[in-house]
């Protein structure tokens, strides 16, 4: 029978920092990526690439939350 692993969040508020950056930076190849093509898109195309970036900045807004709750669990698990 296997044991389960201990509960190991030592670096969860740096893999969260890591999606956060990766998730913006994605948000922002997509606005460059509209401004140097849009012209050749339809409005449709424009419309789903606003739409997932709007998608992006809800993520973001909980990954900052879920870094505020590893920064209290650290705080009180030290």
């Given at each position: 029978?296997?044991m389960?692993?201990p509960d190991?969040?030592?670096d969860?508020a740096?893999k969260?920092?890591k999606?956060i950056?990766?998730?913006?930076?994605?948000?922002n190849?997509a606005?460059?990526?509209?401004?140097?093509?849009?012209n050749?898109?339809?409005?449709d195309?424009?419309r789903?690439?606003?739409?997932?970036?709007?998608?992006?900045?809800?993520s973001?807004?909980g990954?900052r939350?879920?870094i505020?709750?590893e920064a209290?669990?650290s705080?009180?698990?030290?």
């Amino acid at each position: 029978m296997t044991m389960a692993k201990p509960d190991d969040r030592s670096d969860n508020a740096e893999k969260i920092a890591k999606n956060i950056g990766d998730t913006l930076e994605n948000m922002n190849e997509a606005r460059d990526y509209v401004k140097a093509h849009g012209n050749e898109m339809s409005e449709d195309e424009k419309r789903q690439i606003r739409e997932k970036n709007q998608r992006r900045e809800e993520s973001i807004h909980g990954l900052r939350e879920e870094i505020k709750d590893e920064a209290a669990y650290s705080k009180t698990n030290k």
